[in-house]
């Protein structure tokens, strides 16, 4: 079995006027991420450490911001076609290792969500998907509330 480990990172700016999604979890907040898609920071980070992984590029390579297809398109469809794209080369996933940088809203609370979301998509078990939430101790862009920032490792399978 041959292995390949991706890495992923991603940042959306905080705006009124969007709902809250990350992990394909809604979020109680006054405030969204502003995106083309939906702007679920976590998801884009996990589909570009898959990609980068397999060789196959990034999100934006295979689902363009130019794209009427993927206008507010549900991440969760984004991520469900990137397993898939990963699969056509003999891929599958082994495991995910994300972080979450937001100073607000407090995202501990919604981390099994996510996981149970996240391995259904992935077809793996929930602890299969490791999420972390951390803040920036007020510092740079995240920790004005400005943004949220995801960062992701994988490991994939070729079987």
């Known amino acids: 079995m041959s292995f390949r480990v991706g890495f992923g990172y991603d940042v959306h700016r905080l705006v009124e006027g969007r709902r809250l999604r990350i992990g394909g979890v809604n979020i109680p907040f006054e405030k969204g991420l502003l995106g083309h898609s939906d702007a679920d920071v976590l998801i884009h980070a996990i589909c570009d450490a898959l990609l980068g992984a397999a060789g196959m590029r990034d999100i934006g390579f295979h689902f363009p911001?130019?794209?009427?297809?993927?206008?507010?398109?549900?991440?969760?469809?984004?991520?469900?076609r990137t397993v898939e794209l990963i699969a056509t080369k003999g891929y599958r996933v082994g495991n995910i290792d994300a972080t979450v940088c937001a100073e607000h809203p407090k995202l501990n609370p919604?981390?099994?969500?996510?996981?149970?979301?996240?391995?259904?998509?992935i077809g793996v078990e929930e602890d299969a998907v490791s999420i972390k939430a951390t803040t920036t101790e007020?510092?740079?862009?995240?920790?004005?509330?400005?943004g949220i920032a995801a960062y992701a490792v994988c490991l994939i399978e070729k079987e």
Do not use: W
């Open 65 to 80: 911001d130019t794209s009427n297809d993927y206008k507010d398109i549900d991440s969760c469809i984004l991520l469900a």
């Open 110 to 121: 919604h981390i099994p969500a996510m996981q149970k979301v996240l391995a259904q998509i």
């Open 138 to 146: 007020r510092l740079g862009f995240v920790g004005r509330e400005e």
